[in-house]
Each structure stands twice: as C-alpha cells, then as structure tokens.
C-alpha cells in the first residue's frame, strides 16, 4: 500500500487549496478513504471519510460546507477541496485507507498554512 499526498502549501485566510491522495499497491476502490489533520501541538484527528461502496461521505463540523471529499476509483485518486480556508485549518493534512478488515495505510502527509 503506497499513499501520496500532494496540493499543500501557503494561502492567506478566505483562500482555496486542492489536496490529492495518489494510491497503488492495493485495490482503491474497496477501501474506506479519509482524510486526517494534524496541528501543532495536537493530536491528529479525523476530517472527513468516503465510504467505499456508495460514496457516502461525512466531515466533522467545522469545516461542513468548507470541504468536499471525492474520490475517482478509476485513476486511484483522492482529493479534499478546501474553501474558505481559515488559520485553524493549519495542519499536516493525512490520507488514509482502511480495509475491510480494519486495517490502516497512512499517507506521509502535506502541510497546509493558513496565514497572511
């Protein structure tokens, strides 16, 4: 399992940043794919998740209408679109797969700064 993710960088508040998750090594598709953060100082926590069958998809509240997740099962891609980036969305932002047996592949992360 082979996790990449990429699209980070420095925005000013208000701003919009694309991040991309490239994935080999196992069969996307069937897999669970989320997308973590991590703060300075903070535990890393979860964002948002899209299911691997129908799609569903969940974020935590407060980037809700701020974020979508999407994923192309064709080219093994995952994104998270980011829009109205605020400074406490600064992080090292993580993909992640998780199997149908409960396993996780973790991405090495891309850092994202919310400044002026």
């Known amino acids: 399992v082979h996790l990449v993710e990429s699209g980070g960088g420095l925005v000013q508040p208000g701003g919009s940043l694309t991040l991309s998750c490239a994935a080999s090594?196992?069969?996307?598709?069937?897999?669970?794919m989320s997308w973590y953060r991590q703060a300075p100082g903070k535990e890393r926590g979860l964002v948002a998740f899209?299911?691997?069958?129908?799609?569903?998809?969940y974020y935590i509240p407060p980037v809700k209408g701020r974020f979508t997740i999407s994923r192309d099962n064709e080219k093994n891609t995952l994104s998270l679109q980011m829009n109205s980036l605020r400074s406490d969305d600064t992080a090292v932002y993580y993909c992640?797969?998780?199997?149908?047996?409960?396993?996780?592949?973790w991405g090495q992360g891309t850092q994202v700064t919310v400044s002026s």
């Open positions: 992640k797969a998780r199997s149908s047996e409960g396993y996780d592949y």
């Open positions: 090594g196992f069969a996307f598709s069937r897999y669970q």
């Open positions: 899209i299911t691997s069958d129908d799609g569903h998809t």
